[in-house]
């Protein structure tokens, strides 16, 4: 509905109507997928996300195709959210069954006996994974509002693409750290818990670090691909896959900070990151850094973000692995059968951080 005054007074530019209704259906769509993925991941049905989102992938190419023949940008947009909602259906299919395999009945009843969750789970998820859009859609909109600020925004655009790609595969990963995470902590295994973290870390380092250097190298050759003009927005492409090393490397200690549940921790440090980020851009787009400022915001808001994450799951990974009791390691083996299950930690999962 707020379309199109969001196109004709916050972006100036009344055509993109249609686009900005359409992206919202697009919107709810992600959002509804994104909570039937998280309940697979928590039921530990990888193949199955994987196998949705090769369905999902393999079907919007041939829609925005199709989209961008007839309808142009609006086909384009449209296309992405069919897919969208289609990926909902199969992920519901999909989910179904899985909760069927693992015993689980659906229900509404009872909701009352979930408040708490939502308080310490639901509220500060949604708030830390909501204020992700609007936040980059305010920079954006900051952007454009510049003299030559499409143009402007192209450039980034351009470069940050290749900043989404090498952020595909720690994305996945993660998808599979976080119930490995939680179920170590859960046990008090905290060895076991500072092991996965090291290790998802050094792997999404081996996958990002060395790719962003090779494009960093190439970045004059790669800006260029997108015409001559195009050419010197080079440093633009370094600032973002700089910010995408460190998103990288952030996000498995995040990891942590979700598989203790500390929801509102999180959404903390995501607004934090907001307002250095929101800060930062209006600094430098008022000096006419165009997007060279909103790529050197990029870096330093999740620069900061960062330092704050690692020096909180430094601290968290020190302290008692979690509250519950610790297991009877001496007796592990001659007790297995009868030895009491320790009690669950204070947060049960969370969203990632940004």
């Not at 993109?16 to 509804?32: E, Q, R, S, Y």
């Not at 989404?164 to 859960?186: D, F, H, W």
């Not at 006419?288 to 704050?308: D, E, K, Q, R």
């Amino acid at each position: 509905m707020a379309a199109p005054y969001l196109a004709t007074h916050t972006i100036r530019a009344p055509h993109l109507t249609p686009v900005l209704m359409i992206g919202a259906g697009l919107l709810f769509c992600n959002t509804l997928a994104g909570v039937q993925q998280g309940v697979l991941a928590g039921l530990e049905a990888f193949r199955a996300i994987a196998k949705v989102n090769v369905i999902r992938g393999v079907l919007s190419f041939p829609l925005m195709i199709a989209g961008v023949y007839l309808w142009g940008l609006p086909g384009v947009v449209g296309g992405i959210a069919v897919s969208g909602a289609v990926g909902c259906v199969v992920n519901h299919t999909v989910l179904r069954r899985e909760t069927r395999k693992a015993g689980l009945h659906v229900t509404c009843r009872d909701l009352r006996r979930e408040m708490p969750i939502l308080w310490a789970f639901s509220l500060p998820a949604f708030l830390s994974a909501a204020m992700v859009g609007p936040v980059m859609w305010l920079v954006g909109a900051m952007l454009v509002r510049q003299p030559g600020g499409y143009a402007e925004m192209g450039l980034f655009e351009a470069a940050n693409r290749w900043s989404r790609m090498l952020l595909v595969m720690p994305g996945l990963l993660g998808t599979v750290a976080v119930p490995i995470m939680s179920e170590r902590l859960a046990l008090n295994h905290g060895a076991d818990t500072r092991r996965a973290l090291r290790i998802s870390m050094l792997a999404n380092a081996v996958f990002v670090i060395p790719a962003a250097l090779v494009i960093a190298g190439l970045s004059p050759w790669v800006m260029s691909l997108y015409g001559a003009e195009f050419t010197t927005g080079w440093p633009i492409l370094m600032l973002v896959l700089g910010a995408a090393v460190l998103i990288a490397l952030q996000t498995s200690a995040g990891q942590i900070i979700t598989a203790t549940g500390r929801m509102w921790t999180a959404a903390a440090m995501n607004f934090g990151w907001a307002v250095v980020l929101l800060g930062t851009c209006h600094v430098l787009l008022d000096r006419g850094w165009g997007a060279l400022g909103m790529a050197t915001a990029y870096l330093v808001g999740y620069g900061v973000h960062s330092v704050w994450v690692f020096v909180f799951v430094s601290r968290l990974l020190h302290r008692r692995p979690c509250a519950g009791r610790q297991p009877d390691r001496d007796n592990a083996d001659t007790q297995n059968s009868d030895r009491d299950v320790p009690d669950e930690p204070r947060g049960e999962t969370a969203i990632a951080l940004r």
